[in-house]
């Protein structure tokens, strides 16, 4: 009697299974309380997972020189990817202590003309903090996410909003900040910066 050959489904449908139930798991964290979303991840998980299945399937048969490329390819925009998303993310780094707090959304500050917009960050260890905090003024821009601007330490009454935030504009990109000297310092010390275009 012949051996029958068992035959299995193609690589892409085998791949959709577990892509789908990936995208359910993903739908019922994001909003555990509506069917329709889970449904949605599930079905877009299992679609990805088609075309997944499909780019590796061309990507095995492809040449090595090919496949080293598209390797080379595929880490460049996963560096650029995390670049971009944690100067999204990250207003500047922060080490030691402050590290381990998140930071306290200040004021946004408009320019005269209003067309450009300046956020302020404070880092705050909570209750464990004592003394002046570090303070950071931030600009956006769409490529290259936030950047700091101005950095030096606010007293506590400007950082718990007491008094208003101590920055002048000069022009419509030009402004003066009044920080002190440092952390348990009292004399004060003036920052000039400018807004991106």
Known sequence: MADVA????P????????????????????????????????????????????????????????????AA??????????????REAIPGFESGFLAFFPPVEGPTLTSPSGRHSVRVIFHDAGAAHSGNHRTKLMDWDWLTGNRVIAEGYSTPDVEHGDVPFPLTWID????????????????PKYVVARVRD
């Open 6 to 9: 068992v035959q299995r489904p």
């Open 73 to 86: 390819i595929v880490v460049v925009l996963a560096i650029a990817a995390r670049w971009r998303w944690q």
């Open 11 to 70: 690589y892409r449908v085998r791949a959709a299974v577990p892509a789908s139930i990936l995208g359910g798991f993903a739908g019922v964290l994001v909003a555990p309380a509506h069917g329709a979303i889970v449904i949605v991840f599930a079905l877009a998980g299992g679609l990805c997972g088609i075309g997944l299945a499909a780019a590796l399937a061309k990507f095995r048969a492809a040449s090595l020189r090919r496949q080293l490329v598209v």
């Open 172 to 187: 419509d990109r030009t402004f003066r900040v009044e920080f002190v000297d440092g952390r348990r310092s009292a004399k």
